[in-house]
């Protein structure tokens, strides 16, 4: 019996479960290279449940120290390895203490949204 078929296009992105395992699995491998990783988390879209078609993967990290400054840092983690683009916050632990302490803003979103998949 013939079958019709549709011409129309279908995208599939990664979902919430696997984005968090792949950022998991990433860390881990960061962890090998970037010793001073202490925490990684998922934030945003991802993490409230929102991703959708096109979305990025919102990651934060928290190492224990850089010598580099704040713009510098993400540039030397490799994330060409995840599934879709990411957008990637590195804190030093100071930094982030500091940061929590003051709340509002960012922070605030931060520590309401981030799932730490490491740390």
Known sequence: MPVKSSGSTVFVWPDAAMMRAAARTWAVAQR??????V????????ARGEAGVGSDLDL??????????????????DVTTLP?????????????AAMQARGGGL????????????G
């Open 107 to 118: 922070a605030g979103t931060l520590a309401l949204e981030t799932e730490w998949v490491v």
């Open 60 to 77: 934060v990290a928290v190492v224990s120290a850089s010598d580099e400054p704040f713009m510098r840092r993400a540039a030397r983690r």
């Open 84 to 96: 879709v683009p990411v957008d990637l916050l590195v804190y030093t632990a100071a930094e982030w």
């Open 39 to 46: 925490r990684l988390g998922v934030f945003g879209s991802y």
């Open 32 to 37: 090998e290279l970037h010793p001073e990783l």
